[in-house]
């Protein structure tokens, strides 16, 4: 009998959820493997087992398996293990899981990396995808930001690593993130939980379900509001900030007029207000690594303003000066509709959507109370539909397979703008003529629009070939085929009227001007046609030992460069094309309370996706742009255990090393603290940005009965973990200014609960030791050096109730 995360609290299936190794989506309750909840629904169960539990999914090969069987390495995060360190957002998530990095400079420019590789590190351009696919209840979300809201009403999570191509299609080259929610229940449930901590913060958070007909409807209502003051002060307006207002609501049906036949609707709105993104300074250098003197460089701009005080350059203390206005708010929305049949042999999924995503950002884009750059944003406006049919056969015979087709559509409207404040001449072009420079600048602004849009269509299939009981060989093919096309324009909108200016005058302002920001317009557009697979053999050695290799071959899709582009920079940018190799073990032993997992990697990558960035000799304001390099390269081990020697206490440990580098670029920008050495450098052999090569994390759990409370039994428990990433560097140049220390963060919870989860009641804490950690350093070419950095240490208390 299947028993929920929610209500079975066994410490060997709370360590085991978090560090299996297999694909994602398990069922939610028992089934036929042919029913519709067992071959297409996505949540995350625990099955008893002699001498332990077991964990079923159903993501990797669409029907239920056991998690130790299937040939695939994935962390799967229960609900259960959620709820004990309150992570209900991506960034928190990332902790969990050594091999997932995610760098969030704000919801728009989020980077994605699952072991080195997804994504690269500088900042989004809206023509080009993400290597790490990310989905939730089935449902492919195509730009990241969507995934930067509070998760509502999870049943768990499953972080699926390696090439992931043939079921979930392009732009899985890295992995998948598999968020399910829980589905409507007939049964009347209701949980809620209430917090409140440091900073401001609280956060409430209900879910309610029940049947409307008895086995025919049901519903499910769930919501989230949370906010904190902010972590930063910006001294310029007196304020708080990188606070943040996040509200999501989500309701779903699910009608189920015949035994054979499930309909789920889901319908959410997700709303985030923030007052970021406010950078720090970080440093100030005013030289070259060779001595050599910065010329202009911050500190000699910063002297020419008489009145203005230097800021400090210790970003611990958390004190920024912006004095334009800044914002990272945004809304989603979206509808969806998943259909399983049982068609006896086999079982017919399909899963149709629609999503939007509204993103509003403004910024201060000189991080100062000077009015240089008073605006530099890019608004979004993204709409996507999605529909998959997949038919899947039932488990018991020799050969199992999946085909499906796919289709997607997407398109994202970019709005940017710039502008510039009575400061910005003296600050950029100190040695022109000032009347001539403030009149090109002062009020100075240009738009831009950009329209990437992108239509793809596949079909796949994949086949397990049960050789014989002990040997399994999986192969699996997709064809892609997908077009793109976009615009770009750029144009200006305001500025000084210069018409009592000479014509040379007004010709020298103009050239300013197309200087900072030219006049630019063009579409480009191609079709691409890409053919990924797996091949894996998977060799039962022993009832609980598994040995596993594979195969992948992936496409990352090409590109839109839609932004200032140097000459001779085309705007198309290739696809990725990727060769991953991976050797696995899965095992259980001591009557199965312990688990130990391994998976060995290796993955190169063709034409490789990074950014640029260009400053030509004489140029004040840099372009950043897409381009190909020949090869990258990732490798590594990583590694899973967990044991729970009593049925009370629970350990668990996952550690991955990674050596992500550049096999071939010679022509790489040059590293801002030896631009005066030449524009160009050669990163061939050296790290990838973004990729710690050491990542681990150690946890624990332990519970107790303490006495009876009103009937019920009342019980201690504790949790804590740690987790260390070492350093990083968060430059596309491998700058040394943009260099991350390592850093630890340990968390921590003790409570009380009663046995039936009527009510619990816990104190938290995260960073316990108040660790000051980056998450991203930003080095110019002026030598200054800004921050985002990690939250402070907070702590508080939950209050939950479950019916």
Same mark, same amino acid.
């Given at each position: 009998m299947f028993r929920r995360f929610a209500t079975a609290a066994s410490p060997l299936a709370l360590a085991a959820s978090l560090f299996a190794a297999a694909p994602a989506l398990a069922a939610e309750e028992a089934a036929d493997p042919a029913a519709p909840s067992a071959t297409a629904s996505s949540a995350i169960a625990d099955i008893p087992a002699e001498g332990g539990e077991a964990i079923v999914v159903t993501a990797s090969r669409r029907r239920d398996e056991n998690v130790q069987d299937v040939p695939v390495a994935i962390s799967v995060i229960s609900a259960a293990t959620l709820e004990k360190r309150g992570d209900y957002t991506l960034g928190s998530i990332s902790q969990q899981v050594p091999s997932l990095q995610v760098i969030t400079y704000n919801a728009r420019n989020t980077n994605i990396n699952i072991r080195g590789l997804g994504s690269n590190i500088s900042l989004t351009n809206d023509g080009l995808e993400n290597g790490v696919g990310f989905y939730i209840d089935n449902v492919y979300y195509g730009r990241v930001g969507l995934a930067q809201f509070d998760l509502v009403d999870l049943q768990g999570i499953?972080?699926? *690593? %390696?090439?992931?191509?043939t079921l979930f299609g392009k732009n899985t080259t890295s992995g998948v993130i598999n968020v399910t929610s829980r589905k409507p229940s007939f049964d009347p449930e209701l949980s809620a939980e209430a917090s409140i901590g440091n900073y401001g913060f609280y956060q409430f958070r209900a879910s309610g379900s029940a049947g409307i007909f008895k086995d025919l409807l049901a519903v499910r209502l769930s919501g989230a509001i949370s906010e904190n003051d902010g972590f930063l002060w910006n001294k310029t307006t007196n304020t708080r900030a990188q606070d943040y207002l996040n509200t999501s609501i989500r309701g779903q049906l699910l009608f189920t007029p015949d035994p054979d036949l499930e309909i789920r609707v889901i319908g959410d709105y997700a709303k985030q207000k923030q007052n970021h993104v406010l950078n720090v300074f970080a440093g100030l250098h005013t030289t070259y690594d060779n001595g050599a003197v910065i010329a202009n460089n911050w500190a000699q701009r910063a002297a020419r303003f008489p009145g203005y005080v230097l800021p400090s350059f210790n970003a611990f203390d958390r004190v920024g000066e912006a004095d334009s206005h800044?914002?990272?708010?945004?809304?989603g929305y979206g509808v969806s509709g998943e259909v399983n049949w049982n068609l006896g042999n086999a079982a017919l999924t399909s899963i149709t959507a629609y999503r939007w995503w509204g993103w509003n950002p403004a910024n201060d884009g000189d991080s100062t109370s000077l009015p240089i750059v008073t605006k530099a944003q890019q608004a979004n406006r993204q709409r996507q539909f999605s529909q998959e049919l997949r038919l899947?056969? /039932?488990?018991? $015979?020799?050969?199992?397979?999946?085909?499906g087709a796919y289709y997607f559509w997407q398109i994202v409207r970019g709005y940017g703008a710039s /502008?510039? +404040?009575?400061?910005?001449?003296?600050?950029?072009?100190?040695t022109a003529n000032q009347t001539i420079a403030n009149a090109a600048l002062d009020g100075f602004e240009s738009n831009s629009t950009s329209t990437p849009e992108t239509k793809t269509f596949a079909v796949f299939g994949q086949t397990d070939w049960h050789v014989t009981d002990a040997l399994t060989l999986t192969t699996g093919l997709r064809f892609t085929h997908e077009k793109k096309e976009g615009a770009y324009n750029q144009f200006w909108v305001d500025g000084a009227d210069i018409s009592g200016f000479t014509a040379a005058q007004q010709a020298a302002i103009n050239a300013i001007r197309t200087q900072f920001n030219p006049v630019t317009s063009y579409a480009?557009?191609?079709?691409?046609?890409? !053919?990924?697979? !797996?091949v894996t053999l998977n060799?039962? &050695?022993?009832?609980?030992? @598994?040995?596993? %290799?594979?195969?992948?071959? $992936?496409?990352?899709?090409? $590109?839109?460069?839609?932004? &200032?582009?140097p000459v001779g920079v085309e705007p198309d940018v290739k696809p990725e094309k990727v060769d991953a190799f991976e050797l696995g073990l899965k095992s259980q032993f001591l009557d199965r309370r312990a688990t130990f997992n391994a998976a060995a990697f290796w993955t190169e990558i063709s034409d490789y996706q990074t950014t640029i960035t260009d400053l030509p000799a004489g140029a004040v304001v840099g372009r950043q742009y897409i381009s190909n390099i020949p090869k990258v390269r990732s490798r590594g081990i990583e590694g899973e255990f967990n044991i729970a020697p009593t049925d009370s206490l629970s350990f668990n440990a996952s550690a991955t090393y990674t050596d992500a580098t550049y096999v071939t670029y010679r022509n790489a920008p040059q590293a801002f603290e030896r631009? @005066?050495?030449?524009?160009?450098?050669?990163?061939?052999g050296e790290r990838l940005p973004g990729v710690p090569k050491w990542a681990w994390t150690v946890g624990a759990d332990f519970s107790t009965p303490l006495t009876e409370l009103g009937g019920k039994e009342l019980g201690l428990y504790a949790?804590?973990?740690?987790?260390? *990433?070492?350093?990083?560097?968060?430059?596309?140049? @491998?700058?040394?200014?943009?260099?991350?220390? %390592?850093?630890?963060?340990?968390?921590? /919870?003790? $409570?009380? *609960?009663?046995?039936? +989860?009527?009510?619990?009641?816990s104190i938290w804490a995260r960073n316990l030791f108040d660790k000051n950690y980056y998450v991203s350093l930003g080095a110019a070419n002026t030598g200054v050096v800004t921050a985002q950095l990690g939250e402070p240490r907070t702590f508080g208390a939950t209050l939950r109730t479950k019916l």
């Open positions: 499953e972080v699926l *690593r %390696g090439p992931q191509g800044y914002q990272s708010n945004m809304a899947a056969s /039932r488990t018991g $015979g020799s050969f199992d397979y999946v085909v /502008r510039y +404040g009575p400061a910005a001449a003296l600050w950029n072009l100190p480009t557009s191609f079709t691409d046609n890409s !053919l990924s697979g !797996l060799w039962k &050695v022993a009832q609980d030992v @598994n040995v596993y %290799g594979s195969y992948s071959r $992936g496409n990352k899709s090409g $590109g839109l460069n839609l932004s &200032v582009l631009q @005066n050495l030449g524009a160009v450098q050669d990163l061939s949790h804590a973990d740690y987790a260390y *990433r070492s350093n990083f560097n968060t430059s596309a140049s @491998n700058s040394a200014w943009a260099q991350i220390p %390592g850093f630890g963060l340990a968390n921590g /919870r003790i $409570g009380l *609960r009663t046995d039936d +989860g009527f009510w619990d009641f």
